[in-house]
């Protein structure tokens, strides 16, 4: 009899616990992006994603072989968001020599999203090579993706956007984590933080993800503290195509 009651006991602070918290509003969120491509190393890092029960955008470069395309699908599988970011890696602003937007587009974008249709892998986002843009590339991407990634330094965008101001089709800015971005892990943390005030999106770039990486990379160990901040303040972590979730949950009540 006694260990009946324990067990309800058990049974009974769990389902409340377990409610409590599933029941808690989240509030602010966060997106962490990924250029280039280091598809086994992303993959490998997509148990840490999970763990902390968040979704990622990675952004590809060059030729969609059958092997990439066979890992874009395996993050698509897990939840994440998958974008391109050009076949050769040209910055958009300046365009290179004698180019127009138009060219750019059948150079850069096109074979790309051509090499999707086959693989039949839907994309709505890209990552500006270099973080370079101006309005004027955004407006001629905008007819291709909702999203596209920059940076919140050289392009002068918001670091937070409110989660109910959501346009449909944005530039995320984002800040570089990685030594060669002069990366501080607390005030990374403050500005999770930040976001999570504001009820507010915040954006991040990096490229691999691994143990002690340095340069332009994501040291595993900052990227999962960072998980665990962001989860422990209960943001969302989410790839850029569930913010229109987000916002709905803002504005529709
Ligand atoms: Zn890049």
């Known amino acids: 009899m006694k260990k009946f009651m324990l067990l309800l006991m058990t049974v009974f602070t769990l389902f409340f616990c377990h409610n409590s918290f599933a029941s808690a509003p989240r509030r602010g969120a966060v ?3 990924f250029d280039d491509y280091f598809g086994n190393q992303w993959l490998k890092a997509d148990s840490i994603f999970k763990k902390y029960d968040a979704h990622a955008t990675f952004f590809i470069v060059r030729e969609i072989t059958a092997e990439k395309a066979e890992v874009m699908k395996k993050l698509q599988a897990a939840g994440h ?3 391109l970011h050009t076949r050769s890696h040209r910055n958009a602003d ?4 004698n180019w127009d937007m138009d060219k750019y587009i059948a150079n850069q974008i096109i074979p790309q999203l051509e090499a999707c249709k086959k693989y039949n892998i839907k994309v709505r986002s890209m990552a500006y090579p270099n973080n370079r843009r101006t309005e004027k590339t955004d407006q001629a991407l905008f007819k291709y993706f909702d999203y596209l990634r920059a940076g919140w330094g050289k392009s002068k965008q918001p670091i937070f956007t409110p989660l109910a101001e959501l346009p449909d089709k944005m ?5 570089g984590i990685g030594t060669y971005y002069k990366s501080d892990l607390n005030k990374l943390k403050e500005l999770l ?3 999570h005030k504001r009820d ?3 954006v991040f770039f990096s490229h691999n993800i691994k143990p002690g990486a340095r340069s332009i990379h994501m040291p595993t160990e900052m990227l999962e503290a960072l998980l665990k901040h962001a989860r422990e303040l209960n943001m969302d972590i989410v790839g850029a195509e569930e913010l229109p979730a987000l916002k709905k949950a803002r504005t529709q009540k």
């Not at 300046?94 to 020599?97: E, F, T, V, Y």
């Open 81 to 83: 968001t998958v974008g």
């Open 31 to 33: 997106c962490f992006t």
């Open 200 to 202: 507010a999106l915040i």
């Open 94 to 97: 300046p365009l290179p020599k």
């Open 171 to 175: 530039v995320l800015g984002g800040g």
């Open 193 to 195: 933080t930040e976001a």
